[in-house]
């Protein structure tokens, strides 16, 4: 709910103002934020592109340090895979309750959806500390480098996402499964989704390739 | 209006499609992880194939079953951004990947630089 009063037209909004429709349903998608939230999420694929790339290009200068064979280990990869994929779809099973108006059940798979997310983040908190404490660091070599950087990014943006799906549960729980809350929850699916997309790529190109080679 | 406006849940998924994607998700994921947690040996080339050849398809997979992507979403507007970052980021990939290559093989081995500077006038 807006605490601007509607009457004041001339006063600046600086949220999307919801108008009832024809039908006087709501539909998420009529204000224009989902596609300006999808074309943010397509640049931010660019700048995980970018990092890729940079990955491909120096991966392999260990400078005489430890190799992708040496570091990762992949049964704990498969694990913080799992749990991403588990948030994946209990994230979905959240939007299906949503939409059925379903509150209770919406914020026990939410619940859920951040346990998974905040496993993965330990996961990885204990890989990247486990590295650290065997001296591989971001300046051994270009190859860690990038993958401190390519991976890391992934961890912050699942951190942020997570930090978000707090604070909109605590917005859903004071103002309940408004237009504008149900706008927000389906951008942060799209948001979700994205970075288990992004996943495939880490596990596939960082991970797989790498101990192969 | 033209736009489709009863559409929103089926488009939105449902249990059995959100599962389905799970499933193909699971299989797609096990088997290369499996690849390499076994050491089978299939050779390098066929692994990375694999490898690759299955993350991409389970990239089409989440895009369908998770992010919902269709061709008349916001009137093509959707689909249409996705098809040009895809063609960036080949066009961003593939561009690094070949140029980098190249400068490397075009160095000069560093011993052959340090003597070169040795022997400046």
């Known amino acids: 709910m807006?605490?601007?009063?509607?009457?004041a037209t001339d006063m600046p909004e600086y949220h999307v103002i919801e108008t009832p429709h024809h039908d006087g349903e709501e539909h998420p998608h009529e204000t224009g934020t989902m596609l300006g939230f999808w074309i943010?999420?397509?640049?931010?694929?660019?700048?995980?592109?970018?990092?890729?790339?940079?990955?491909?290009?120096?991966?392999?200068?260990?400078?005489?340090?430890?190799?992708?064979?040496?570091?990762?280990?992949?049964?704990?990869?498969?694990?913080?895979t799992f749990m991403l994929l588990f948030s994946s779809i209990t994230y979905g099973f959240?939007?299906?309750?949503?939409?059925?108006?379903?509150?209770?059940?919406?914020?026990?798979?939410?619940?859920?959806?951040?346990?998974?997310?905040?496993?993965?983040?330990g996961l990885e908190v204990k890989e990247f500390t486990h590295l650290w404490h065997i001296g591989a660091t971001p300046s051994t070599s270009a190859f860690l480098s990038a993958f401190f950087t390519l991976v890391g990014t992934h961890g912050?943006?699942?951190?942020?996402?997570?930090?978000?799906l707090v604070?909109?549960?605590i917005q859903v729980g004071l103002h309940g499964l408004?237009?504008?809350?149900?706008?927000?929850?389906?951008?942060?699916?799209?948001?979700?989704?994205?970075?288990?997309?992004?996943?495939?790529?880490?596990?596939?190109?960082?991970?797989?390739?790498?101990?192969?080679? | 209006m033209s736009a489709p406006t009863h559409q929103d849940d089926a488009a939105h998924g449902s249990y059995k499609s959100y599962l389905t994607g799970f499933a193909l998700s699971v299989v797609l994921t096990v088997i290369p992880f499996w690849l390499v947690m076994s050491e089978a040996d299939i050779g390098l080339g066929w692994a990375l194939a694999v490898i690759f050849g299955l993350g991409a398809v389970q990239i089409?997979?989440?895009?369908?079953?998770?992010?919902?992507?269709?061709?008349?979403?916001?009137?093509?507007?959707q689909a249409m951004s996705m098809?040009?970052?895809?063609?960036?980021?080949?066009?961003?990939?593939?561009?690094?990947?070949?140029?980098?290559?190249?400068?490397?093989?075009?160095?000069?081995?560093?011993?052959?630089?340090?003597?070169?500077?040795r022997n400046l006038p």
Do not use: K
């Open chain 2, 60 to 77: 089409i997979v989440h895009v369908h079953y998770f992010l919902h992507v269709t061709g008349t979403a916001e009137h093509g507007w």
């Open chain 1, 156 to 164: 912050l943006h699942v951190t942020f996402g997570s930090i978000w």
């Open chain 1, 178 to 213: 408004t237009a504008e809350n149900q706008r927000r929850v389906m951008c942060l699916s799209l948001f979700w989704h994205f970075l288990d997309l992004i996943w495939i790529g880490v596990f596939s190109f960082v991970y797989l390739a790498g101990v192969l080679q």
């Open chain 1, 167 to 169: 604070v909109l549960l």
């Open chain 1, 40 to 80: 943010y999420l397509m640049s931010d694929c660019l700048i995980f592109g970018v990092l890729f790339a940079v990955y491909a290009v120096v991966g392999q200068n260990y400078a005489a340090g430890p190799s992708p064979a040496d570091l990762f280990e992949i049964d704990m990869i498969l694990l913080s």
């Open chain 2, 83 to 117: 098809i040009f970052t895809a063609i960036l980021l080949v066009i961003v990939l593939s561009g690094s990947i070949w140029v980098m290559f190249h400068l490397e093989e075009n160095m000069m081995p560093a011993h052959e630089q340090i003597e070169r500077v």
């Open chain 1, 2 to 7: 807006s605490t601007a009063t509607p009457s």
């Open chain 1, 94 to 121: 959240a939007v299906i309750n949503m939409q059925q108006r379903n509150t209770a059940m919406f914020y026990l798979w939410m619940v859920v959806t951040l346990g998974f997310g905040l496993a993965f983040l």
